[in-house]
């Protein structure tokens, strides 16, 4: 069992439950704390300001909560921060038999003959004063109930498609008010010259930010909060024209939006991804592998880089070697910092067999692996290189989803170049096309030598060189 810390920030109420929970990440304000593999919950007692702690419990199937709070907010700080708990400290969670208390939240829940026999067999031998204690703990009030329980009714089923469609309306009304005041903030922006939004990015980035993620746009606003970052990557008499670059791709992001709020493209860079388990469930249940490839996928890159958030992404890319033109996947991961490198990929050039299940979405990138064993290295042979020339095939991407950031591409026969000013350069052998690298560092064997392949991540002026096939030396990551 796994949670997320993006599915925590997604089943948030505001922020500010989160900020409240992050301080309860404490051993000493749970004095009990245990899980149940079988049914697939958590549970904890959390230690308050009165005498008797609260009884906490989160069933992990479908993220079903329940506290004995009295707060007014669902999920309460309480269960974000059980939840928080179990996504980084696991060890803390010691395999048990259900207790009473949470064993009777079951049986409310689910309603199942086995659960209620658990429940009656549990009840023996117990007095009547302890089942009107155990009554007081456990609530039976639905308001407080994850509105994706389970049910076995047609009537109860209609409810439930009613409280979604509700809940999304009130979550999309939430985003477009974060959408609209963006829009606002970039015309003030404007409005007082570049120059000065340039000399104080990163505090009015971080407070527009904070704004959109109280909104529910959870991922726009983690990409506020790292544009004045990505603005320095670029040198100073640049940095104007990337602003307006930036903004005019936020621009048309809101625009697809206030179109079309069920775009899945533009949903997914707004609020969130669909999580890994809904999106093979979904190409499962689907009976079709419409959103599946299978082939010999080979690592080609990968990048790793610690947000402002805390959290380190991961990214792996993937080609698949059987394709006569390139075909890519993308792999992301997020994880805190303090639990260690996350192995998503097995190493660069490293192959695997297997399904890349891609999300929905316009232009097949991003997916997950399924289905996969890794294999040894078939026979040295070069990767396809792209038919299309590099910024037509950027245009014809932005085409599609013109907010996308970068794309990735396989340039064919060309060597690297270092300039007087330490700017590295990718050069075609026909001399016909030039491409500035913002890589810092390149190794100085690829410098000079014939380079058969170079994959890179294009974002319209400048390339992020990720590895590279030199004839003398192979493959190799930069």
Known sequence: MEVSLESIQELAPDQSSLSAAKKLLKKQKWPSVGQSEAHKTIWGMCQGSGSKPYYTMADLSNLGYKCTCPSRKFPCKHVLALLWQYSEQLHDFQEQELPQWVLDWH??????????????????????????????IIDADDASIESTAPEINEKSEAQKRKRAESLKAKTD?????????????MEDQLRSGISQF??????????????????????????????????????????????????????????????????????????????????????????????????????????????????????????????SEPQFAKLVDHFPAASGRKMIGAGFKSCVHGDIVFYPSRVNLRGVLQNYEII??????????????????????????????????????????????????????????????????ISSVLLGCEIERAFILWDGSRALLLSAVAKQWGAMPC
Request: aromatic share 6%; with cysteine; glycine share 4%.
């Open 107 to 136: 049986g409310r829940r689910r309603k199942t003959s086995s659960s209620q026999a658990s429940t009656s067999t549990s009840s023996k031998g117990t007095d009547s004063s302890t089942n009107k204690n155990i009554d007081k």
């Open 173 to 185: 009304a939430l985003i477009s008010a974060g959408l609209e005041e963006l829009q606002q903030w």
């Open 198 to 323: 340039l000399k104080d990015s990163h505090s009015r980035c971080r407070n527009i930010s904070a704004r959109l993620i109280d909104s529910k746009a959870s991922n726009l606003g983690v990409t506020l909060d790292e544009l004045p970052a990505k603005i320095l990557e670029y040198p100073i008499e640049e940095q104007p024209s990337i602003v307006v670059r930036e903004f005019g791709r936020l621009v048309l992001l809101c625009n697809a939006w206030f179109t079309d709020n069920n775009d899945l493209d533009a949903r997914r860079a707004i609020a969130s991804a669909e999580k890994k388990d809904q999106l093979l469930s979904a190409n499962t249940n689907a009976n079709t592998d419409t959103n599946a490839v299978s082939g010999i996928w080979q690592t080609i890159g990968e990048q790793s880089y610690t947000r402002r958030d805390g959290l380190i992404t991961q990214t792996t890319w993937l080609l698949n070697i059987n394709s």
């Open 376 to 441: 040894p290295k078939p026979s040295e042979s070069l990767w396809p290189a792209t038919s299309q020339r590099l910024p037509t095939q950027f245009l014809t991407l932005q085409s599609q989803i013109p907010w996308l950031d970068n794309i990735p591409f396989i340039l064919a026969d060309g060597r690297i170049a270092v300039t007087k000013e330490g700017e590295y350069w990718w050069q075609s052998n026909n001399l016909e096309e030039h491409y500035l690298l913002t890589n810092n560092t």
